[in-house]
């Protein structure tokens, strides 16, 4: 095995793919040969030179989702042998190697499924099974609404939300073509948050109360509006910030209708808090993952030189589903 490989490497003169040391496994980490990788959100902040976490900053290898081989593993990795087909969470996914937390890796569900579709898999179900289930506390027979559902993760949502019992989802894009299909991924209903009665359109498909639970991947000047739609003791759960980090906040909207506002993010967890997110995704829903019941469709793949064309792509925000690299 060669010590250096290709990656896309954030520089002061923006991504480039350049050789670099391959990486070695520690002893709870997992060394893959990666064959996909999917871009997300966190990856364009990085790109342009900000941080995300404990990443960022010239050198950083880009990438959260990749799936691919297990070439090595740590000395404390038990359940996994080189060879074996994995898709993971972690860092440095844009590369030709890349190294996962043990707690963050899983088996490739079906052998007939794509690298690009098993590298989609593992933060859309470990983000938004902790934004349902864990912080937002689905009840079976509850209303919930994704703000953002024609992205990868809020396709996701649509679908574990479906999947868990809920009575009426709901889903919004700005976009006619992407609304269009967001019944196909489990929403009873598809708003357009530019229309001014959007809210009205939640409230009458939920008898005048508003949903239960609120996944804001937008938040920005949405948010007064969905609180608004809302229902009184319901949940919102801000997991992106897609419209703005900043905005008027109708503080007493807020207390009036008694809604919890809960912020997640991956930033500020420990290994052991991202460890127990993931085995809590796997305890509920990897069953039906295995049968074949989530998945994500792929917008577009680039080859890992074209690493900087995908970013483009994703920043331009005309794709529905996932990009993904071909490594």
């Known amino acids: 095995m060669a010590d250096t490989m290709r990656a896309a490497v954030v520089t002061a003169d923006g991504v480039q793919v350049r050789e670099v040391p391959r990486p070695a496994p520690g002893p709870e980490e997992v060394l893959v040969r990666v064959r996909a990788a999917t871009l997300n959100r966190a990856d364009l902040g990085v790109a342009a030179g900000h941080s995300h976490g404990a990443m960022g900053g010239a050198g950083t290898i880009l990438g959260l989702d990749f799936a691919g081989e297990v070439a090595a593993v740590g000395s404390a990795v038990t359940g996994m042998k080189p060879g074996d087909r994995v898709t993971c969470s972690g860092a440095g996914g844009y590369a030709e190697y890349a190294v996962a937390d043990m707690g963050r890796v899983m088996p490739v569900p079906d052998r007939n499924m794509s690298w690009e579709q098993a590298a989609a898999l593992p933060v859309a179900l470990g983000t938004m099974h902790d934004a ?8 079976k027979g509850e209303s919930v609404m994704i703000l953002g559902a024609s992205s990868g993760v809020g396709l996701m949502a649509l679908q574990i939300a479906k999947f868990l019992g809920a009575a009426t989802v709901v889903g919004t894009s700005t976009d006619a073509g992407r609304r269009a299909r967001l019944a196909e991924f489990g929403a009873d ?18 008898g005048g109360k508003g949903v239960n639970l609120v996944i804001d991947q937008i938040s920005g000047g949405t948010i007064n509006a ?9 949940r919102i759960v801000n997991v992106g910030r897609l419209g703005g980090a900043r905005a008027e906040f109708d503080f007493d909207l807020h207390a009036t209708r008694r809604i919890a506002y809960i912020g997640v993010t991956h930033r500020t967890r420990s290994r052991e808090e991202i ?9 509920d829903l990897w069953a039906a993952v295995q049968e074949g019941r989530f998945g994500i469709p792929i917008d577009k793949v680039f080859p890992l030189d074209q690493a900087v064309e995908a970013l483009a792509h994703m920043k331009a925000n005309q794709h529905f589903g996932k990009i993904a690299l071909s490594i």
Not at 189 to 206: C, F, I, R
Request: glycine share 6%.
């Open 132 to 139: 349902l289930v864990m912080n937002g506390r689905l009840a």
């Open 226 to 234: 969905a609180m608004k739609a809302t229902a009184i003791l319901g």
């Open 189 to 206: 209903l598809a708003v357009d948050t530019k229309d001014a009665g959007w809210v009205d359109q939640v409230l009458a498909a939920t």
């Open 275 to 283: 460890r127990a997110e993931y085995a809590a995704m796997r305890r």
